[in-house]
């Protein structure tokens, strides 16, 4: 009986299963959406959602922590500086999973989109100004 063994196990020992999550975490906060199956993503979202509460919390023990799981400073510094902050005053859910239509090819798994809930914004300002710049010298 599985009584309180929370987690699946997703077919690898241990150590592959914390190696594939620390990557794939590690993946997220870079690219702030990954595709990915099903099963992955919703073992994933948790990972995801304890390290940005630990951004929340933004002390050094925290830094610490996360530092134990990215182990990349500068990921570890972007996760504070940028991320963090985006989901204060939320109560969590920092993570989203979006169905694709289509399966995998070759052993037809359920593919899904995870990513962060809010995302950074691209600097729009700067294309907009180049041809009102053009068109006012006309």
């Keep these: 009986m599985r009584h309180n063994k929370s ?30 199956t099903e099963p992955k993503a919703k073992e994933l979202r948790s990972f995801a959602d304890k390290l940005i509460t630990l951004a929340l ?11 134990k799981t990215l182990e990349n400073h500068s990921l570890v510094q972007r996760l504070f500086d940028e991320i963090g902050p985006r ?17 995998r090819k070759g052993d037809c798994a359920p593919m899904v989109i995870i990513e962060l809930t809010k995302r950074a914004e691209a600097p729009v300002a700067a294309a907009t100004e180049t041809p009102a710049e053009e068109t006012q010298e006309a």
């Design 57 to 67: 919390r933004d002390d050094l023990h925290s830094r610490r922590l996360a530092y």
């Design 7 to 36: 987690g699946r196990k997703l077919n690898r020992t241990a150590s592959h299963r914390k190696a594939m999550f620390r990557n794939m975490v590690r993946s997220l906060l870079t690219y702030e959406h990954i595709r990915t």
């Design 87 to 103: 989901f204060i005053g939320g109560g969590g859910g920092y993570t989203r999973i979006i169905k694709l239509a289509e399966p």
